[in-house]
């Protein structure tokens, strides 16, 4: 396992009592002064949940299923791998992807805060900056798996990363049986957010079907 604590973690995702209260709070205070342009609040945000989503990490993923010159330049240098297909910016400066294989299945966990690689997964989700996940996914990781659906056989070893304002991380899945002939835009529809935190696998092309029904 990764250990990092002796990296200095920016603040941001901390977790505080009543977060979501405080930043509503905050938020139109700041539009009542005048300080905050509520529509450029609006487009920052979106950008972030849809256009600098988990979309821009699975389509890194579904090319390096496909073009083994792509996976790997991702290993070695995932920050300009990721780059060469334009995602880039802050809190991804120094990106670090892992391959996931079946001998070793890689999740990723910031213990002392919540830094997480926004230009290839966009905001974390809310368990991710919890105090449980931060301190579970290290002491428990299979544990925490299973909570997540995620059972890895015993002879597969699970490897905890903790990401740090230095480093960032993503895991890249095991791409799923059956996708032999599909296009990189199919591919990346069966990669998930979390398959790419490690604590989800990729869809298999059944359950990609499944969540298409109505």
Same mark, same amino acid.
């Given at each position: 396992m990764s250990k990092s604590h002796d990296h200095h973690h920016h603040g941001e995702g901390s977790?505080?009592?009543?977060i979501a209260l405080r930043v509503k709070s905050l938020e139109s205070l700041l539009i009542e002064k005048g300080y905050v342009d509520p529509e450029a609040l609006d487009v920052?945000?979106?950008?972030?949940?849809?256009?600098?989503?988990? =979309?821009?990490?699975?389509?890194?993923? @579904?090319? $390096?299923?496909?073009?083994e010159e792509f996976r790997k330049q991702l290993i070695e240098d995932a920050s300009a791998a990721a780059g060469s297909l334009g995602f880039t910016g802050r809190q991804?400066?120094?990106?670090? +992807?892992? %391959?996931?294989?079946?001998?070793?299945?890689?999740?990723?966990v910031c213990t002392l805060c919540s830094c997480y690689p926004w230009p290839v997964l966009g905001l974390p989700p809310v368990w991710y900056? $919890?105090?449980?996940? =931060? $301190? =579970?996914?290290?002491?428990d990781p299979r544990g925490v798996l299973e909570e997540f659906g995620v059972n890895m056989p015993?002879?597969? +070893?699970v490897r905890v990363w903790d990401s740090t304002a230095e480093i960032r991380y993503m895991v890249i899945p095991m791409r799923p049986e059956?996708?032999?002939?599909?296009? %990189? %835009?199919?591919? @990346?529809?069966?990669?998930? =957010?979390? $398959?790419?935190?490690?604590?989800?696998? @990729?869809?298999?092309?059944?359950?990609?079907? @499944?969540?298409k029904t109505p």
């Open positions: 977790e505080l009592p009543d920052l945000i979106e950008t972030y949940e849809t256009k600098v989503g988990p =979309r821009n990490g699975a389509a890194v993923v @579904a090319r $390096s299923w496909l073009d991804g400066e120094h990106l670090v +992807a892992l %391959e996931n294989t079946p001998d070793t299945h890689n999740m990723v900056k $919890s105090a449980p996940y =931060r $301190s =579970r996914a290290v002491a015993d002879e597969t +070893a059956g996708t032999q002939d599909w296009s %990189e %835009e199919d591919l @990346a529809q069966l990669v998930t =957010r979390d $398959s790419m935190i490690g604590t989800g696998l @990729a869809l298999t092309p059944d359950q990609l079907e @499944a969540a």
